[in-house]
């Protein structure tokens, strides 16, 4: 039976829900009256339920698409202003005992290099990426409890936060591994963690069951209910995900919304980010043998319909996508994405040589971050650094209270100008330095408290003449 707060996956994500919310899309994706009632409500950015947004997805109306597409551009607009939060992945091991498919880290690939960063290794990654001016990371690893046991995880957190590479700092470090134990989410959080990021890959049991037929990412139960084991160890920043390419794509998009609903159902707060990656090719995985791949279209409705579900969460892309595709999906809205990403088991101090390739999958979008920043500030977004929420105790239900107060222009704003200025400073290329100043001048007007752009100036002086850094908000 559906029951958004039980703490039983096979209750809170019930498949047979998941079908009648399919068929009711069905019914209705041409219920004009119902839909635009559905938009309506959207409007009021209180967010949509799975099953109203399951119609506006399924809707194959040209003009009520345009409508759904404009709304999730104002929605973001709202919300997250034009601002764009920059991380990068960090990969410490490929060492996995898991059997995913569709994975090239899968244990049964022999061919794959198996690498896994010491604590020195780390340490030249960290400034590799320090001195790309990257403050925000994600770091990935494979499941394997005795070559990347939590120890490891843990003391590798300590190492990056610890490391002070000229002007350059890891302000917040977003941790994507494998589900664990409630203790080893509470260790995690000591250790100072920003989200917990966890993909579903996809909610459909039976075919969760099929594509990890091994090891102990099989158990769709412990996996679906990981992010309940994190709130109860104390993160109140998780981000939820599929893997597009593996299922139907509606059915997924509903138990994403469904997990949402029953986090905060449970818990009170709802995701801080979803991620939408989609399959690639990658070592040995060929993403067209599998049957449910997603054209750009569909991804870019995907991306509209979860804005306008859930207003509040952070949406991220990474490099899996090429700038084509996320130039389209910004404007949607994602709020969060990648660049200069490497994919590879210690790839940023030394880039791997072709034939001896460690990558997880295939990057779509090459550029370097001094290019991306660039293309966005072109694009009218501001890129930014920020790390203040997490570092202020703003997260969970408190981050949500200020995103409802309104507050984000006073806040948000003048620290995503603040973390710009600082990456111009010191590792822009004098082109992007030059618009991203012009940038900063005429942003500075957008901050509506006058003593907020006042104290903004003033931090903007003292990063300029070199005389502070990490002024935050
Ligand atoms: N081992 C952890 C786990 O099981 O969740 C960490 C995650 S892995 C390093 C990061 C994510 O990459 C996976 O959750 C999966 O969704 C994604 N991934 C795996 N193979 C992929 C592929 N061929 N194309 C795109 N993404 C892929």
Redesign the pocket.
């Known amino acids: 039976m559906y029951n958004p707060s039980s703490r039983k996956a096979t209750e809170f994500i019930d498949h047979q829900e998941i079908l009648d919310t399919l068929a009711y899309a069905d019914e209705n994706c041409e219920n004009v009256e119902l839909i635009d009632s559905i938009i309506a409500k959207a409007k009021e950015r209180k967010g949509l339920s799975h099953r109203e947004a399951s119609v506006l997805l399924a809707c194959p109306i040209p003009e009520k698409n345009e409508e759904i597409y404009k709304l999730a551009e104002q929605i973001k607009k709202d919300f997250y202003g034009n601002r764009i939060v920059m991380f990068a992945p960090l990969?410490l091991s490929n060492y996995?005992i898991?059997g995913?498919t569709?994975?090239?880290?899968h244990m049964k690939n022999k061919h794959i290099p198996r690498k896994k960063l010491t604590q020195d290794e780390i340490r030249r990654e960290v400034i590799a990426l320090q001195d790309m001016g990257h403050k925000r990371l994600a770091l990935?690893?494979?499941?394997d409890p005795q070559n990347n046991p939590i120890e490891y995880i843990l003391e590798s957190i300590k190492t990056i936060y610890s490391i002070q590479h000229k002007n350059g700092a890891i302000r917040r470090v977003n941790v994507?591994?494998?589900?664990t134990t409630v203790e080893n989410y509470r260790k995690l959080k000591e250790a100072g963690i920003g989200t917990y990021i966890?993909?579903q890959?996809t909610y459909h049991k039976e075919s969760y069951l099929e594509l990890h037929p091994t090891g102990p990412?099989h158990d769709y139960d412990y996996h679906t209910e990981a992010m309940d084991r994190a709130m109860e160890g104390g993160i109140d920043d998780v981000g939820l995900?599929v893997?597009f390419g593996l299922d139907k794509y509606r059915y997924e998009f509903a138990g994403l919304l469904m997990h949402a609903e029953h986090l905060e159902a449970v818990f009170g707060v709802g995701p801080h980010t979803i991620s939408v990656?989609?399959?690639?090719?990658?070592d040995d995985?060929d993403?067209s043998s599998f049957k449910n791949g997603i054209d750009d279209d569909t991804f870019a409705k995907i991306v509209a319909c979860i804005r306008v579900a859930v207003p509040y969460t952070g949406m991220i892309i990474s490099t899996?996508e090429n700038q084509a595709c996320r130039e389209r999906v910004l404007h949607l809205g994602i709020s969060q994405i990648s660049g200069g990403s490497r994919t590879s088991v210690g790839g940023y101090a030394e880039p791997e040589p072709e034939d001896e390739s460690s990558e997880?999958?295939d990057v779509s979008d090459t550029r370097t971050l001094d290019e991306v920043v660039k293309w966005l500030m072109d694009l009218g977004y501001i890129p930014s650094f920020c790390t203040a929420c997490y570092r202020e105790g703003r997260t969970g239900d408190r981050f949500m209270a200020l995103c409802k107060s309104q507050q984000i222009q006073n806040c948000c704003h003048p620290n995503a100008l603040l973390t710009l200025k600082e990456y111009l400073m010191d590792y822009a290329s004098p082109e992007t330095k030059k618009i991203g100043d012009a940038l900063i001048e005429r942003e500075i007007e957008n901050v509506p408290n006058p003593k907020a752009r006042e104290t903004l100036v003033k931090h903007l002086k003292e990063i300029e003449n070199n005389e502070g850094r990490d002024f935050r908000f």
Do not use: D, M, T, V
């Open positions: 990969y996995c898991n995913c569709y994975c090239p880290y990935e690893a494979g499941e994507n591994i494998a589900a966890l993909f890959e990412k995900g893997l990656p989609r399959l690639k090719n990658a995985i993403a899996r997880q999958f």
